[in-house]
């Protein structure tokens, strides 16, 4: 997860507004595709750390991005990883990733409220990106 770079009320609500978002996020891939993978062997199981991206299938998270040299400007991109050391096939991976946008694109107008915000693929990447203001939190 993103740390902030300024110590601000608004920009640690705003942050926390996303942890909470993709800890639903990973709560979601976890009960859709926990079971088809195992665990890797150094993976606490689902649960088992106060932490989400600590431990179970999937890590889920954002950082920060400038956005120099790309189109979508500045926005968060999106980490989804899979601590497994089987081999996972890049469909499933492309599922997973539709999944995941398709989440967060859903949850984004509760999350953050009067702001136009979208996901959508940056290049190799898919990204939060628009009105990233801290003004409505």
């Given at each position: 997860?993103?740390?902030?770079?300024v110590?601000?009320?608004k920009?640690?609500?705003?942050?926390?507004?996303?942890?909470n978002?993709?800890?639903?996020?990973?709560?979601?891939?976890e009960?859709?595709?926990?079971?088809?993978?195992?665990?890797?062997?150094?993976?606490?199981?689902?649960?088992?750390?106060?932490?989400?991206t600590?431990?179970?299938?999937?890590?889920?998270?954002?950082?920060?991005?400038?956005?120099?040299?790309?189109?979508?400007g500045?926005?968060?991109?999106?980490?989804?990883d899979?601590?497994?050391?089987?081999?996972?096939?890049?469909?499933?991976?492309?599922?997973?990733?539709?999944?995941?946008?398709?989440?967060?694109?859903s949850?984004l107008?509760?999350?953050?409220?009067?702001?136009?915000?979208?996901?959508?693929?940056?290049?190799?990447?898919f990204?939060?990106?628009?009105?990233?203001?801290?003004?409505?939190?």
């Open positions: 997860m993103v740390t902030p770079v110590d601000h009320p920009t640690r609500a705003w942050i926390q507004s996303l942890k978002l993709f800890d639903e996020v990973d709560d979601y891939l009960e859709t595709y926990g079971h088809l993978y195992p665990l890797h062997p150094a993976r606490p199981a689902r649960g088992e750390t106060a932490n989400k600590q431990d179970g299938l999937f890590n889920v998270g954002a950082r920060f991005t400038p956005g120099y040299g790309s189109k979508k500045r926005g968060y991109i999106l980490e989804i899979m601590v497994t050391l089987a081999d996972v096939p890049e469909e499933t991976i492309e599922r997973i990733e539709d999944d995941v946008v398709r989440y967060v694109s949850r107008p509760e999350v953050f409220p009067h702001r136009d915000l979208e996901v959508t693929r940056d290049g190799p990447v990204k939060i990106h628009g009105d990233l203001s801290l003004g409505h939190l």
